[in-house]
């Protein structure tokens, strides 16, 4: 079974610094795709970033950034220019052949 | 819809009782999820549809959770006898494509379950 950690509860930092939020993940299947989502207290699970692992290329949106090293099974999420609206709990997912398996998540809390 | 649609939004239920949270996906999705989020914790996988091949139950916590798919649209996610530990929230999601792809994987707003 596939299981994904991140080891960071929580995350702190200030407008307009960057952060990264860790993920590791464990797997035996050679094709999948990770994502970060995003969780407001809205409760609205929102998309913020995928990665196909057959792409050695890291994949950018604006402000997000993962810096993904397949071999040590790493995806961390990387937040430039971080805005008061960033604030929210972030969660890590795995998507192998089947389900959507997520970490446990990080809060990130982003003070002025 | 434009997005995934859970009904309700809201539902405080007496312990003991019966409860259908209802899910409908984003049209012409087949592939269909329920999630359970307990407060301040991660996504707990409950249940997986793929179009007409046999749902993956293997998340259920237990016999008294069940759920139905009527074709590739509504589903309806029932369960039984509540118990307070099933206080929670219950996300459905949906996505275009079988399994093995990395299509983009929709959430609803959930249904927010207290059982008091």
């Known amino acids: 079974a596939q299981t994904v950690t991140q080891s960071q509860p929580e995350m702190s930092v200030q407008e307009a610094e960057t952060v990264t939020l860790s993920c590791t993940y464990d797997?035996?299947?050679?094709?999948?795709?990770l994502f970060w989502y995003k969780q407001p207290p809205s409760r609205q699970m929102i998309l913020v970033i995928r990665?196909?692992?057959?792409?050695?290329q890291n994949a950018t949106e604006n402000r997000f950034s993962v810096n993904f090293q397949k071999a040590a099974k790493s995806f961390s999420l990387k937040i430039s220019d971080s805005q008061l609206g960033d604030a929210a709990m972030y969660f890590c997912?795995?998507?192998?052949?089947?389900?959507?398996?997520f970490g446990k998540g990080t809060m990130l809390l982003v003070s002025p | 819809g434009a997005g995934v649609s859970q009904s309700p939004s809201n539902k405080v239920t007496e312990k003991g009782k019966d409860v259908e949270l209802r899910c409908d996906p984003i049209?012409?999705?087949?592939?269909l999820y329920w999630y359970r989020q307990r407060l301040g914790q991660g996504l707990e996988f409950l249940i997986y549809?793929?179009?007409?091949?046999?749902?993956?139950k293997s998340g259920l916590p237990s016999d008294r959770f069940s759920a139905e798919r009527t074709g590739e649209s509504v589903s309806t996610l029932t369960i039984q006898r509540t118990q307070q530990e099933d206080s929670a929230v219950y996300l459905c999601?949906?996505?275009?494509?079988?399994?093995?792809?990395?299509?983009?994987?929709?959430f609803g707003e959930g249904s927010w379950l207290t059982v008091v």
């Open positions: 049209s012409g999705h087949t592939a």
């Open positions: 549809f793929q179009g007409n091949s046999a749902p993956d």
């Open positions: 999601a949906s996505s275009i494509g079988q399994g093995g792809t990395g299509n983009t994987i929709y």
């Open positions: 797997t035996s299947e050679s094709d999948y795709y």
């Open positions: 990665q196909e692992a057959y792409k050695q």
């Open positions: 997912a795995y998507k192998g052949y089947s389900t959507l398996t």
